[in-house]
């Protein structure tokens, strides 16, 4: 059975930073893309990071320049680092991984949903002013 476990979550205040990872067990990440996406109560989920079998990453507007997500093979976990942190970023943040897939991906593909067949729990991130 495939699990995902999301950490690092917390309260920072406005310009922090924080780390969040997500580990895997049951599947090897390199061999899919993984991807973070948010939540806040009331809206739909929206995509934040992925990164595909290749190392390719691929990142939603409002993130790009301040998220970095990166994969540690050896260890089979992906971190998404999140710094200069607006309180627009508060919101529960989930690990997905989806099925096997061809090496290199599309934006279209990692950020979509759909593609993903397993989530993790998500873990909270708050920023406050």
């Known amino acids: 059975q495939v699990q995902l476990v999301e950490s690092g979550g917390g309260l920072v205040q406005a310009g922090g930073s924080l780390r969040l990872s997500c580990a895997a067990s049951?599947?090897?990440?390199?061999?899919?893309?993984t991807g973070w996406f948010r939540q806040v109560p009331g809206k739909d989920r929206e995509f934040v990071a992925a990164?595909?079998?290749?190392?390719?990453?691929y990142y939603a507007d409002s993130v790009t320049g301040r998220f970095t997500i990166s994969r540690d093979n050896a260890k089979n976990t992906v971190s998404l680092q999140m710094n200069s942190l607006k309180p627009d970023d508060t919101a529960v943040y989930y690990c997905?991984?989806?099925?096997?897939?061809?090496?290199?991906?599309?934006?279209?593909?990692?950020?979509?949903?759909?593609?993903?067949?397993?989530w993790g729990q998500g873990t909270p991130v708050t920023v406050s002013s």
């Open positions: 997905a991984l989806s099925p096997r897939t061809a090496f290199y991906a599309s934006l279209s593909y990692v950020s979509d949903q759909k593609s993903y067949g397993t």
């Open positions: 049951g599947r090897t990440m390199r061999e899919a893309v």
């Open positions: 990164v595909d079998r290749s190392g390719d990453t």
